[in-house]
């Protein structure tokens, strides 16, 4: 599986973005994809989740309510949308999958095999 992301950029303070993970490569109906960003000098942090089958969801507790993880089969895609956007979501946002993942697991960054490129996103105050 290959995933390549998009859709960061630099956005101000209260603005909204929606990266896209686009998967290729194989079948995903097994697999459950997550979101992970990385600011400079900080490990790695779960944003977001999602099963592709079933399209249950998990997310951070921090960014509950302002972002939203979603998915397009048809397209093999898997969005975030992030809204109300602050300073401190300055980031590298990372696209991760993996087949038969337990729900329990998927906020650890090692759980996942397969991992895009990653997209910045820079939020000005």
């Known amino acids: 599986v290959q995933l390549v992301e998009s859709g960061g950029g630099l956005v101000l303070a209260g603005g909204s973005l929606r990266l896209s993970c686009v998967a290729t490569?194989?079948?995903?109906?097994?697999?459950?994809m997550a979101w992970f960003r990385q600011a400079p000098g900080k490990e790695r942090e779960f944003v977001a989740g999602i099963k592709w089958t079933g399209g249950s969801t998990i997310y951070a507790d921090s960014l509950k309510g302002r972002f939203t993880i979603s998915k397009d089969v048809r397209r093999g895609t898997v969005y975030l949308q992030m809204n109300s956007l602050k300073p401190e979501d300055t980031a590298v946002y990372y696209c991760?999958?993996?087949?038969?993942?337990?729900?329990?697991?998927?906020?650890?960054?090692?759980?996942?095999?397969?991992w895009g490129q990653g997209t910045q996103v820079t939020v000005s105050s």
């Open positions: 991760a999958a993996q087949p038969r993942i337990i729900t329990s697991m998927m906020g650890v960054s090692s759980s996942y095999t397969y």
């Open positions: 490569g194989g079948t995903l109906n097994s697999y459950g």
